[in-house]
């Protein structure tokens, strides 16, 4: 991993490279920035120490073509101009630190060794977010966090014979979670039944599971394959197992044990193979506890769990949700919408979701056959509820209330019109603190709306709520004496 100095000054470059080279860092060393960009897309560099006046552009210049050319670089700015209009326009453009000459040799040191530490990270955490098989995603749409982990869950799985268990709310997807695993596996050239337990009669869930003979019982007219004989070489999917009676638990346990089917008024066995992936919407150990499920079915069958997170719990997923329902419903009702407004976004985000991705998907559906685009507003969501969730139950993240922080809010046309209040930061911090400091106060100054923070930073919106939840998380882990405001050294004047 190599190190680009983009410095016009040589002898300020001939000390950096120097003071580099002594702890072990590779550096290049360029004076104009259509040579650091000509080096950069060669793509044998990881950080990027970058002068902001140059001979032939200025640097900013060179961190727009950076990110607008999506190069796999980490920039860490360096210049003698030390404002924070500066800073925060850096910041912006996707810079990862700024150091202000003239720069301490530990300083340059440190500032560099965390942005490579940064580049290695980053690696690490694309290749893990990315599911080795496009397969892994199967239906699902989204990129949070807990659906990455159920991503890789599912590849785990799928390799396997072992039964599956799959947990979560009604409209989580678990269907679409079963059928996953089942197109991943190597069954995935065999049949993927599907049965859902819990929407056939009691009398007839033996004969669907198992099949009958003719005569079997009143309106039994001929001989029938049950669902296991279909899945044969394949996968069977029990939805709401917790739905089955207590005697045809003991049936489907002795399926499991045996690997034996025997239709309803037969007394021959026949010999299958199939994979056995259930789910419910219930918590399957109360379930023991209760007697409605037995104990020794649960132990078969709980041998691969998987939880499906609520949608309340997906951060950002709900906009790429929300987007590409809207996507596909417009093109099969031949509408025209292109997105949604700020405040729509708002009340999707404040909405709970108890229906979870069902009710995204009748919510979509419902505003886009009602109505005509391009731009779906708030009031096409007025049957949203727009009370935020409480804390605690994984809603959607709260607005910021800083108590550092004094200044009368303002609205976003302001802010886009230069008339932003004057923020003052305490440079020499890791850039960590200062990102979250400049992002808080930010979404403060934005009335706690994300989605216009996002604009107003020029990110993605997704990108606000992962760092929000990841700071929660970071503060619940530390001891309740050591937290201090998360930009106590960050004021509005």
Excluded at 193 to 202: D, E
Excluded at 461 to 478: F, N
Aim: hydrophobic content about 40%.
């Amino acid at each position: 991993m190599k190190v680009l100095l983009v410095e016009d000054t040589l002898s300020i470059a001939t000390v950096y490279s120097h003071q580099l080279s002594r702890v072990g860092i590779d550096t290049i060393h360029v004076e104009t920035g259509d040579q650091a960009l000509a080096s950069i897309r060669k793509g044998n560099i990881s950080v990027v120490l970058l002068d902001l006046q140059l001979p032939d552009m200025n640097g900013m210049d060179v961190l727009s073509a950076i990110r607008t050319e999506e190069l796999p670089v980490t920039v860490v700015v360096v210049t003698s101009s030390g404002s924070i209009k500066t800073a925060v326009e850096a910041m912006q453009a996707g810079a990862y630190d700024f150091l202000v000459k003239p720069v301490s040799e530990e300083r340059l040191i440190t500032t560099t060794r965390n942005a490579l530490e940064r580049e290695v990270l980053t690696e690490v955490a694309a290749d893990v977010r990315k599911p080795k098989t496009s397969a892994a995603h199967g239906g699902f749409v989204g990129s949070s966090l807990p659906m990455t982990a159920v991503y890789k869950m599912i590849e785990s799985v799928a390799r396997s014979n072992a039964s599956v268990f799959i947990t979560g709310e009604s409209g989580t997807g678990k269907e679409v979670c079963a059928d996953a695993i089942h197109r991943s596996s190597p069954r995935s050239n065999g049949p993927f039944v599907p049965l859902n337990c819990a929407a056939i009669p009691k009398d007839l869930i033996e004969s669907e599971i198992f099949g009958h003979l003719k005569g079997a019982f009143t309106g039994a007219t001929s001989d029938r394959d049950g669902a296991a004989v279909k899945a044969d070489g394949g996968t069977l999917f029990l939805d709401e197992i917790c739905e089955l009676e207590l005697g045809l638990q003991a049936k489907l346990l002795r399926f499991l044990q045996s690997g034996t089917v025997q239709k309803v008024g037969s007394d021959s066995l026949k010999k299958v193979d199939v994979r056995i992936v259930c789910a419910t919407n219930r918590d399957p150990l109360t379930e023991v506890e209760q007697g409605r499920l037995r104990e020794d079915l649960y132990y078969r069958l709980h041998v691969l769990p998987i939880a499906l997170p609520p949608l309340r719990s997906r951060g950002g997923d709900i906009l790429e949700l929300a987007r590409h329902f809207l996507e596909q419903f417009s093109k099969e009702e031949e509408k025209g919408f292109e997105g949604f407004s700020v405040e729509a976004e708002d009340a999707l985000m404040a909405h709970p979701w108890p229906g979870n991705v069902r009710e995204m998907q009748n919510t979509i559906r419902n505003l886009v056959v009602l109505n005509e685009g391009p731009i779906v507003s708030a009031e096409m969501l007025s049957g949203l509820s727009a009370k935020p969730q409480a804390p605690g139950h994984g809603g959607s993240p709260m607005p910021f209330n800083n108590p550092a922080s004094r200044y009368s809010r303002q609205s976003v046309a302001d802010a886009s019109a230069g008339a932003w209040p004057e923020l003052t930061l305490e440079l020499g911090q890791p850039f960590e603190v200062l990102e979250r400091q400049i992002i808080e106060a930010t979404i403060d100054f934005c009335g706690g709306s994300l989605p216009k923070t996002a604009r107003v930073l020029q990110v993605s919106p997704s990108t606000l709520y992962r760092k929000k939840e990841m700071w929660a998380e970071k503060d619940e882990d530390q001891p309740a004496d050591e937290l201090e405001p998360s930009n106590s050294r960050a004021d509005f004047g």
